[in-house]
């Protein structure tokens, strides 16, 4: 809040530059914020992704969570005023990576009732797989989105 006070004084004060600067400040700051939500619900979709594919099965509630997860990514990133995104493709797929070794971590306790380490685990998964089933299932809900 106190970033728009000082860009309503700049403006009156008719101090453009300085202006200029907080909008840009600003900018990165929103953006920041979108990048790590898509992360956190990053960490999710992938968590369900490593327990299926370690695991062979799956649940209604894996299931629920993997298309509510890559929704929220979806919506999350989708620019509502200017269209497009925030993160492109290359972006998401990088966000994906960053979050593989906490989603594995997590993984590991819940997958087979905690008894592998998040080494023994990443052995019983391909990750490149895994992030490209997450990769289409937020192409999917984009795509959806867009409709």
């Keep these: 809040m106190e970033e728009l006070l000082a860009l309503r004084t700049y403006v009156q004060e008719q101090r453009y530059t300085e202006a200029l600067a907080l909008i840009a400040e600003m900018e990165e700051m929103s953006r920041e914020d979108k990048v790590n939500k898509i992360y956190s619900y990053a960490v999710v979709l992938l968590l369900h992704l490593i327990k299926q594919r370690a695991e062979n099965r799956t649940t209604r509630s894996w299931e629920l969570s993997l298309r509510e997860s890559a929704r929220q990514i979806a919506r999350i990133n ?52 895994i992030k490209q089933a997450a990769l289409d299932l937020i192409a999917a809900q984009m795509t959806r989105a867009k409709a």
């Design 78 to 129: 989708k620019r509502q005023h200017a269209g497009g995104t925030y993160v492109d493709q290359a972006g998401l797929a990088k966000i994906l990576s960053e979050a593989y070794e906490s989603a594995l971590e997590r993984a590991a306790l819940e997958a087979f009732e905690g008894r592998y380490e998040a080494e023994e685990l990443a052995t019983k998964v391909d990750q490149t797989t």
